[in-house]
């Protein structure tokens, strides 16, 4: 099997435990889990489905609050370890580019990706209709508002860590504006983080009945040394309601709506009491990863039955091992994506 390098700078400090004796899945989990529990805020009954990254001398995040009213907002929180985290009281304050304090109705499932030197937040929020929202800070203090990137209905965004031939490159899912029963990963480009085009499908659905019903983005895509390592969500309907798990897939590196291996199992399912019960039960949803360049590990953050977050490890030798072992792919995943 080839040696697969991940691109990017090293995290020493970053969380880590060695995969325990006679594990045999791809992914194991931190044995502190869940690391936030209920009611972490006075005002806020869940945090779930978030995104961390590293930043000064320890860990941001951008962090998924339900408050008491049942209303999802991003609230900002900081680490020393990436495991215990401390949050903003309230929710961040996001304006537009005079300045002017404007904030989404709501706003959902953010991801946190660096590009050159600027942070870009992005979530789901309503534009009558769920769509995607994206705002762009340098120090966490500031929060501006770009243009929403996209028409209603689309839901989980997250832009590559890098320009792809020259270009901003994100990926979402087109929905409704319910519980979507469907769905599929696309790609488009933007020069300028304002005007979006070139959409490119990436994949979609498989004949692997853990993602039967529709899938969506996770964490910003990994860059490695052999392509994009693209951590996603996969969702079966089942009689009693939907089970999210974690799939793996690898893009092409200069045209990522190429897929070049797809895993056919899925490497995270529900299976602990934090992912099998809460809020909404059977939920594994990836949203960030840290990765430490000089080993080769990465940490999974997910959120866990719409209540909790978890970490779950792996590195990238084993998972793209995995993924190539049980590799199917559709005939539409090699394609470029455009008819
Ligand atoms: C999806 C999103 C996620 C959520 C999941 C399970 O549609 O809303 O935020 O984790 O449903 O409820």
């Known amino acids: 099997m080839s040696q697969i390098k991940l691109i990017g700078s090293p995290l020493p400090s970053m969380p880590w435990q060695e995969k325990p004796a006679g594990c045999t899945a791809p992914v194991w989990r931190y044995s502190g889990n869940p690391i936030i529990g209920r009611n972490p805020l006075p005002n806020v009954a869940r ?59 709501y706003a959902y499932d ?3 990706v660096k590009v050159d030197d600027i942070y870009y937040i992005m979530w789901c929020q309503d534009m009558f209709g769920p769509t995607i929202g994206i705002a762009k800070t340098t120090d966490f203090k500031t929060f501006t508002r770009l243009e929403n990137p996209f028409l209603p209905y689309n839901r989980n965004a997250v832009l590559f860590p890098r320009k792809i031939n020259g270009n901003f490159v994100m990926l979402s899912r087109p929905c409704d504006n319910g519980h979507t ?12 983080m304002e005007f979006w085009g070139r959409h490119r499908h990436v994949m979609g659905k498989s004949g692997s009945w853990w993602e039967s019903l529709k899938i969506g983005g996770g964490s910003a895509p990994i860059e490695t040394s052999e392509g994009w390592l693209m951590f996603y969500h996969g969702v079966v309907h089942t009689c009693n309601g939907y089970v999210y798990s974690i799939g793996a897939a690898i893009l092409d590196l200069a045209e990522p709506s190429k897929v070049l291996h797809r895993c056919s199992n899925y ?15 059977n939920v594994c949803f990836p949203c960030a990863t ?50």
């Open 290 to 339: 840290l990765t430490d360049s000089d080993t080769g590990r990465i940490a999974i953050y997910y959120g866990c039955a719409d209540s909790y977050v978890g970490v779950a490890f792996t590195t990238v030798q084993e998972v793209w091992d995995y993924i190539l072992k049980y590799d199917k792919l559709n005939d539409e995943d090699v394609e470029l994506g455009i008819r």
């Open 267 to 281: 490497i995270l399912t529900p299976e602990e009491w934090y992912e099998e019960r809460g809020f909404v039960p």
């Open 181 to 192: 029963a469907f769905g599929e990963i696309f790609l488009s480009e933007s020069p300028d």
């Open 110 to 112: 953010p991801r946190l």
């Open 47 to 105: 945090i779930f489905n978030s995104a961390v990254m590293p930043y000064e001398d320890g860990y941001i995040g951008v962090f998924r609050a339900e408050q008491r009213d049942g209303i999802p907002h991003i609230y900002l929180g900081r680490s020393r370890d990436a495991v215990h985290w401390e949050f903003d009281p309230e929710r961040i304050p996001f304006t537009d580019k005079s300045g002017k304090p404007f904030l989404p109705p």
